[in-house]
């Protein structure tokens, strides 16, 4: 990334060097930013997720930063187009999500900006583990009708307020949520949102998502 000199608001893309391959990403930091999301997407979606790109914009909105960016290179999104051998391989994508964290740390523009993980599905059990192994610098986490289940060893380790949203159409999801709230010491709390199946898709669902992440993130960044 070229250096900023800590003068936003900054919008664009970047491509993200991590051991050999090229990750694609979009950031946007507004002109008073306290804050800095990093965003990590569920299974078979991208940094151009329509739903993960409103929560965004919201954020935004409320001087936060974000960048969304793909856990995945070109090359091996089309193989699990096809195998699926890459979405659920969370430990893949935590360690994706730890780099390209290490690499925002060097870059001197952002100094200074908290961060926190908002993670949706298969992301966010990648967004809890990578959490947990940067305990020292993750200052809040959400999980947006995530699989927290799939980071239960890791949960325990996890210092981050950390916030789960889920659908309250979403029964087994809910379920899961339930058994992860469980696991985790650090401050929590589950919301759930009355009426909303797994994407959130119902009128006003994501706009609640949206507000509730805000705040969480405003009050713990």
């Not at 919008?11 to 694609?24: F, M, N, Q, S, T």
């Amino acid at each position: 990334m070229e250096k900023n000199d800590n003068s936003y608001p900054m919008r664009k893309e970047v491509l993200i060097k991590l051991k050999g391959k090229d990750i694609a990403g979009s950031m946007e930091i507004p002109a008073n930013a306290k804050g800095l999301v990093i965003f990590a997407h569920g299974s078979g979606s991208s940094r151009f997720s329509p739903r993960n790109r409103y929560v965004a914009g919201i954020l935004n909105k409320n001087n936060l930063g974000t960048l969304l960016f793909d856990l995945l290179t070109a090359e091996e999104e089309k193989i699990d187009e096809y195998t699926a051998e890459y979405r659920f391989n969370v430990q893949l994508l935590a360690e994706r999500l730890i780099n390209v964290t290490d690499w925002l740390l060097k870059e001197p523009s952002l100094k200074g900006l908290k961060l926190g993980y908002f993670g949706a599905s298969t992301g966010a059990a990648a967004a809890l583990i990578a959490a947990a192994k940067k305990s020292d610098i993750i200052y809040a986490v959400v999980s947006r009708g995530g699989r927290p289940d799939l980071a239960m060893e890791s949960l325990s380790e996890v210092k981050a307020p950390t916030l789960l949203i889920v659908g309250g159409e979403d029964f087994e999801v809910i379920e899961l949520n339930k058994a992860a709230l469980e696991n985790i010491t650090a401050k929590k709390k589950l919301e759930i949102i009355p009426g909303a199946t797994h994407l959130f898709e119902e009128p006003g669902a994501l706009e609640e998502v949206a507000r509730i992440t805000a705040k969480w993130f405003i009050g713990n960044l």
